[in-house]
C-alpha cells in the first residue's frame, strides 16, 4: 500500500483509490470526447480550421524565421500577431489531429467491450500492455503542450491573450523597437 | 519598475498559484469523499455502458486467441482457498456432491450436477483475461453455456439479471460471500459460459472450481469464481449492498466493459 508511483498532489484521488480514480477518469473521458467532437465539428464548419490553422505557403516559407524568431524569445507583433504563425499551427494541428486521436483510441482499446467491435485494433498498437505504455505517454505529451501553451499564455499577454479567446477581440501589440 | 518589485510580484504570483493549487486538491479528495459528487461522475458509467450497447452488435464477440499464445501462469487473484468449510468439504470429494442450484424468477427452478452441466450445449474458447488492476492472461476455456442453462429453468419475461452467489467469502470472518450480477444482453452471449475446464484440465481450486463465470467483454472481477448458485431477478438493489456486486458495493463500477 505505501508505495506509489506518483506522489499525491499529483493524482486524483489523493490517496490510492482505484474506483474512485475510475469514476473520475471515466467522467472527463467523456466530457473530453463530447468537447473533442464539439470543437473538431464547428472548426471544420465555421472554416477555423482551413482560415486559421492548415499552414499556407507563405507559413512554409517563414519556418526557418520562426523558428530563429522563438529561439531568440521575439513575439510577433502588429499585424503578424493577428494570425498563428506556423509552428503554432504546427503544434495544434499535431496535438488535435495526432495526439488526441492517439490517447482516445489507446484508452478506448483498452476496453474489453470496445475490443469486441473491430477485430485487430487491439494487434495494430502492439497488444493490450503496449496501448497502456502509449496511452500514457502521449498523456505526458498533452500535459507538456498544456504546460508550454500556458507559459505563452502569459509571457505574450495574458489579459489580452485571455480577452481574445473568450470575445474574439484582440488588441494588436504595439511594435516593439528590437534593440 | 524596478528589479525588487518584479520579484515581489512574482513571488506573490507563485505563491498564488501555489495555494490554488492546494486549495484544488484538497477540493477534490473532499468531493470523492462526497456522495453527491461521486454520483454525478457516476454518469460516466450509464454513458458507456448505453452507447456500448448502442454500438456493440448483440453477438459482437471478444477476440480470440491461438493455444500458442496462452500465458503460461494464468495468475490466481482475489481469494485462491475458499475459507468456506461446506466449499472445503465439496473439494475434498472432487465437487462429486457439488449442485448448482438455479431458482429466482423461473417457472422451474432447477439443480445441476457437474455432469448434468458438462452434457449441456457446451463452447471453448481461448480469450485474454483483463483485470480492473491493469493485468491480462490469455486462458482456454470450457464451459456450459449459460444462455442454454438459463432456457432450461424457464425465466420468466420480468427477468433481467442473473446474479451469480459463490461460496467464497470476502471477510476474514467468513462472511460477505463474492457474488456478481449481469443483464440478459450478456446472459445470452455465445461466449458468456460457466467453465469446467482450463488449459484442457478441470478448472483448479485457485481459478475458481468447481465453476466460473467467463463474460469475455468485460474485466476480471465481474468473472465470478466458486460459482454455487444462479439467481433470475428483476432488480438487485436488495441483494447485499444492493449494487449488483461485491466490487460493485466497495464503489467500482457495475458495468464493466471498460
Known amino acids: ?179 | 519598475m524596478n528589479k525588487d518589485n518584479k520579484l515581489t510580484r512574482r513571488s506573490l504570483l507563485a505563491s498564488t498559484f501555489a495555494g490554488a493549487c492546494a486549495l484544488t486538491l484538497a477540493g477534490c479528495q473532499k468531493l470523492s469523499e462526497s456522495t453527491w459528487f461521486s454520483k454525478i461522475l457516476g454518469a460516466g458509467e450509464k454513458a458507456t455502458y448505453k452507447v456500448q450497447r448502442l454500438l456493440l452488435p448483440r453477438k459482437a464477440m471478444a477476440q480470440e486467441f491461438a493455444d500458442a499464445d496462452r500465458s503460461p501462469q494464468f495468475r490466481s487473484n482475489g481469494t485462491s482457498t475458499p475459507n468456506n468449510p461446506q466449499y472445503q468439504a465439496l473439494a475434498a470429494n472432487g465437487f462429486a456432491g457439488f449442485r448448482l442450484e438455479v431458482g429466482g424468477l423461473v417457472d422451474r427452478p432447477m439443480s445441476f450436477s457437474l455432469a448434468d452441466l458438462r452434457a449441456l450445449p457446451s463452447r471453448t474458447q481461448t480469450t485474454r483475461h483483463d483485470c480492473v488492476e491493469g493485468w491480462s492472461a490469455i486462458g482456454k476455456w470450457k464451459g456450459v453455456r449459460l444462455g442454454a442453462l438459463i432456457e432450461t429453468v424457464r425465466p420468466k419475461p420480468n427477468v433481467r439479471y442473473v446474479v451469480f452467489h459463490c461460496a467464497d467469502p470476502m471477510e476474514e470472518d467468513g462472511s460477505s460471500p463474492y457474488y456478481e450480477s449481469i443483464d440478459m444482453e450478456d446472459a445470452f452471449h455465445p461466449q458468456t459460459i460457466l467453465a469446467y475446464e482450463m488449459n484442457d484440465q478441470t478448472l483448479p481450486v485457485a481459478n475458481g472450481a468447481p465453476l466460473r463465470l467467463r463474460l469475455e467483454r468485460q474485466l476480471g472481477y465481474k468473472m465470478a469464481k466458486y460459482v454455487m448458485r444462479l439467481e433470475l431477478v428483476e432488480d438487485y438493489s436488495k441483494i447485499a449492498g444492493g449494487k449488483g456486486g461485491y466490487w460493485e458495493d466497495q464503489g467500482y463500477e457495475w458495468y464493466a466493459g471498460i
Open chain 1, 1 to 179: 500500500m505505501n508505495a506509489r508511483g506518483f506522489p499525491s498532489w499529483l493524482t486524483l484521488p489523493g490517496v490510492q483509490w482505484l474506483a474512485m480514480a475510475r469514476r473520475w477518469h471515466m467522467f472527463f473521458a467523456w466530457a473530453l470526447a463530447i468537447t473533442s467532437i464539439c470543437y473538431v465539428s464547428y472548426s471544420v464548419i465555421s472554416r477555423h480550421l482551413r482560415r486559421d490553422l492548415l499552414p499556407t505557403k507563405k507559413d512554409w516559407r517563414s519556418i526557418g524565421n520562426t523558428v530563429k524568431d522563438h529561439f531568440f524569445f521575439r513575439h510577433p507583433t502588429g499585424d503578424a500577431a493577428k494570425n498563428y504563425n506556423v509552428l503554432q499551427k504546427l503544434a495544434y494541428l499535431s496535438v488535435i489531429f495526432m495526439l488526441f486521436p492517439l490517447v482516445v483510441l489507446n484508452g478506448l482499446g483498452m476496453s474489453p467491450g470496445m475490443d469486441a467491435l473491430f477485430s485487430g485494433w487491439v494487434d495494430f498498437f502492439g497488444g493490450r500492455q503496449s496501448m497502456r505504455t502509449i496511452h500514457f505517454i502521449v498523456s505526458w505529451a498533452l500535459v507538456a503542450f498544456t504546460a508550454v501553451h500556458l507559459f505563452q499564455v502569459v509571457v505574450t499577454g495574458f489579459w489580452n491573450n485571455l480577452r481574445s479567446m473568450i470575445t474574439g477581440k484582440y488588441r494588436v501589440p504595439p511594435e516593439a523597437r528590437h534593440e
